[in-house]
């Protein structure tokens, strides 16, 4: 397991920016799967995107496709997700997970794969 930390939430109008952050404790980061999820209130968590542990694969949920991007520094065990042209359904407790499964096996199960490490959550509000 690793302890997760997420940072970089906010408040940001509709069209602009946002990059989180999720620091990873533990000497191991660089064999994990990482990914983002949302959940928003009254609804569903959503899986959001997903990086391979070598950084070389990448998955994204249809709706942030084209805008949203993950990525990964491993040297610093911190995954990324930067978040642009954002909407006000963009709205969410934003969390970052781990997982030492393949990232075809988490890929496959999406939303419903169960992340062994989880963050505490960051807060992103899009106003309108």
């Known amino acids: 397991q690793v302890q997760l930390v997420e940072s970089g939430g906010g408040l940001v109008q509709a069209g602009g920016s946002l990059r989180l952050s999720c620091a990873a404790s533990?000497?191991?980061?660089?064999?994990?799967?990482m990914a983002w999820f949302r959940q928003a209130p009254g609804k569903e968590r959503e899986m959001v995107a997903v990086i391979r542990w070598s950084g070389d694969s990448t998955y994204y949920a249809d709706s942030v496709k084209g805008r949203f991007t993950i990525s990964r520094d491993n040297a610093k065990n911190t995954v990324y997700l930067q978040m642009n042209s954002l909407k006000f359904e963009d709205t969410a407790v934003y969390y970052c997970?781990?997982?030492?499964?393949?990232?075809?096996?988490?890929?496959?199960?999406?939303?419903?794969?169960?992340?062994?490490?989880w963050g505490q959550g960051t807060q992103v509000t899009v106003s309108s």
């Open positions: 533990g000497r191991t980061f660089s064999s994990y799967a």
């Open positions: 997970a781990a997982d030492r499964a393949p990232f075809r096996v988490v890929v496959a199960a999406t939303t419903h794969f169960d992340f062994g490490s």
